[in-house]
């Protein structure tokens, strides 16, 4: 069965600190991961990983895919209150395409 | 660009009425779309692959009786909850994948619509 696990599953901390979240991943027909971020609609696409080791970032956020650990981790560096939200990570490939998500983490920036 | 429109974005319904939600694709056409459920504060479950003009793909442990799912057009799909009990009440929410993607995962999500069955 495909299964997407991240941790921790919440997470709380002070604005300014660095945060680092996890994802794990089951091997079968795997495609990419696939990071989000959602508030409180709709998920908003953050990065896709394809291939491991090469990290991608987007100013305070970055990620990066090892394959040999069937892993994904994102940081966060100098957390802001707008960064408190739930952050999916998403296991893309099978026949269809289709994305199996994570179990999220929940992550809490206070000021 | 790359616009997905959901209707309603909220309703209440009783309990054994049906409800429809629609999902569109505004600016681009999607020869697939995903229709997820969400529990509060947990992950999106994946309910169903809708493809344009074929029957819609469930995953397991998904009702397809309970769950009508029809892709009409290239730019619509539409999720039919029948009979719908409270444990039916959740955030639903569907992506659309372009048909230029090819061979990437790009998705692009609705604002979900949030169901709540008395």
């Known amino acids: 069965e495909d299964k997407v696990v991240q941790s921790p599953l919440s997470l709380v901390v002070h604005e300014g600190d660095t945060v680092t979240l996890n994802c794990s991943y089951e091997?079968?027909?795997?495609?990419?991961l696939l990071w989000y971020k959602q508030e409180k609609k709709a998920p908003t696409f953050l990065f896709m990983l394809?291939?491991?080791?090469i990290e991608k970032k987007s100013g305070r956020l970055s990620s990066i895919l090892d394959k040999k650990e069937l892993s994904s981790i994102l940081n966060i560096t100098a957390t802001q209150t707008g960064d408190s939200a739930i952050y999916l990570c998403?296991?893309?490939?099978?026949?269809?395409?289709?994305?199996?998500f994570g179990t999220g983490t929940l992550l809490a920036v206070q000021p | 660009g790359a616009v997905v429109s959901q209707h309603p974005s909220w309703v209440i319904c009783k309990s054994g009425t049906s409800v429809k939600i629609e999902c569109r694709s505004l600016?681009?056409?999607?020869?697939?779309m995903f229709w997820y459920r969400q529990f509060p504060k947990q992950s999106l479950m994946l309910m169903a692959t809708?493809?344009?003009?074929?029957?819609?793909?469930?995953e397991q442990g998904v009702e397809k009786d309970k769950f009508l799912i029809n892709h009409a057009s290239l730019t619509l799909s539409t999720l039919t909850v029948t009979s719908a009990h409270p444990e039916d009440s959740s955030f639903y929410i569907c992506s659309a994948r372009p048909i230029l993607a090819g061979a990437t995962y790009e998705q692009y999500f609705g604002p979900g619509t949030r169901l709540t069955v008395t």
């Open positions: 809708s493809n344009e003009g074929s029957k819609a793909t469930y």
């Open positions: 600016d681009f056409q999607a020869t697939t």
């Open positions: 998403a296991r893309a490939g099978g026949a269809t395409n289709k994305l199996i």
């Open positions: 091997v079968t027909n795997f495609r990419s």
């Open positions: 394809t291939s491991s080791g």
